[in-house]
């Protein structure tokens, strides 16, 4: 396995486009409370704090201790071989031919009158299981 260590140049900029995430998240929540229905924008906001604070503690660990970073950290933060690069391409494809039918269950599940909000979570944690066991599934067998 060969990791190349991040130059300060792309840490300068890793951490530009996080701050540039905190911030898009942080004014489309306050947009989002302001003039969206219920606690849209509360949760957007709790949401998105969750995955900044995510996509933080990964870019950490691949920075700090590239050795010691799982395969999905390494591929997600472009610091990966090949190896871990063709894993999580391969499972991106998968998730990609699996959203198409989960979001076209979900249409049908909300023409039939399910509730909206419970479609939308369940859609989003289905295709989060999809990626996630198929880049187990890819990586385990590659």
Not at 28 to 43: A, F, S, W
Not at 72 to 90: I, K, N, S
């Amino acid at each position: 396995m060969s990791t190349t260590e991040m130059s300060s140049r792309q840490k300068a900029i890793a951490l530009l486009t996080m701050m540039v995430a905190l911030g898009g998240v942080i004014v489309v929540g306050l947009l989002l409370r302001e003039h969206g229905p219920g606690n849209m924008g509360t949760g957007f906001l709790q949401g998105g704090a969750v995955g900044v604070l995510g996509v933080a503690v990964v870019a950490w660990r691949v920075t700090r201790s590239p050795g010691r970073a799982t395969s999905f950290e390494r591929a997600f933060t472009q610091q990966g071989d090949e190896r871990d690069d063709a894993v999580l391409t391969r499972s991106l494809a998968v998730l990609g031919l699996a959203a198409f039918p989960l979001t076209g269950a979900a249409a049908v599940a909300i023409g039939l009158g399910a509730y909206v909000p419970m479609v939308l979570t369940l859609l989003l944690v289905a295709q989060l299981l999809v990626g996630a066991i198929a880049f187990a599934i890819i990586s385990r067998t590659s």
